[in-house]
C-alpha cells in the first residue's frame, strides 16, 4: 500500500474521533499532539488506523513518531516487510 492511501486513511480516521477539525488541517508534518489529540486520543487513532487496514503493529513501534509523516512511515515499512 502506498503512502498516499495510508495517509488519507489516517486523516480521514484523525477526523472522525478529532470531531471539528477539517481535513486541510491534517498535514504530513504536523503532529497528532499538535492537532489537539491526547493520548488516549492518539492511541484510538493508531488502532482504528489498523483495524481500517487490516494490519496489527505493536503500539512501541509508533513511539517515537514526531509527525504524521512519521505514522506513515511505521504502516508503510509494515507493508514493505510483509510483500
Known sequence: ?????????????????????EESHVQ????LKNLGTN???RADIL??????LDVKIPMIEFASSQNIADIVDVFTRHFESNR
Open 1 to 21: 500500500m502506498d503512502k498516499e492511501k495510508i495517509f488519507s486513511i489516517l486523516k480521514k480516521t484523525v477526523c472522525d474521533i478529532m470531531t471539528g477539525l
Open 28 to 31: 504530513m508534518q504536523e503532529s
Open 39 to 41: 493520548s488516549l486520543d
Open 47 to 52: 488502532m482504528q488506523t489498523m483495524e481500517e
